[in-house]
Nanobody, 123 residues
Framework: QVPLVESGGGFVQAGSSLRLSCAPS???????MGWFRQTPGKEREFVAA????????YYAESVKGRFTISRDLGENLVFLQMNSLKPGDTAVYYC?????????????????WGQGTQVTVSS
């Protein structure tokens, strides 16, 4: 299993920004990588995804215009820039790789997950 390590979470006030990073420990290629988030008692939900070669971006409606996903091809890193954060963005954020070629929006399309990083946004 390819471990993924997320970083960059924290406790911020509404309207603030955070930048999450995801670093796969190996260089196993994944055609797409994604970010998901989860709150207690709820399903893990899609946030954003990016195709590795073309850099095509996908976003959940709830974060469009506020979040930006990007990747660093040389360093094999994926980022999630989160601006104008809202209390509703509070969740554990997970990086996903090992894309299996189905919809980038669904959890089952990814084989590998990180341990998650907590993002808390106060009002």
């Amino acid at each position: 299993q390819v471990p993924l390590v997320e970083s960059g979470g924290g406790f911020v006030q509404a309207g603030s920004s955070l930048r999450l990073s995801c670093a796969p420990s190996g260089r196993t290629f994944s055609a797409a990588m994604g970010w998901f988030r989860q709150t207690p008692g709820k399903e893990r939900e899609f946030v954003a995804a990016i195709t590795w070669v073309m850099g095509t971006e996908y976003y959940a409606e709830s974060v469009k215009g506020r979040f930006t996903i990007s990747r660093d091809l040389g360093e094999n890193l994926v980022f999630l820039q989160m601006n104008s954060l809202k209390p509703g963005d509070t969740a554990v954020y997970y990086c996903a790789s090992g894309y299996k070629g189905a919809s980038v929006y669904t959890r089952d399309s990814y084989d590998y997950w990180g341990q998650g990083t907590q993002v808390t946004v106060s009002s």
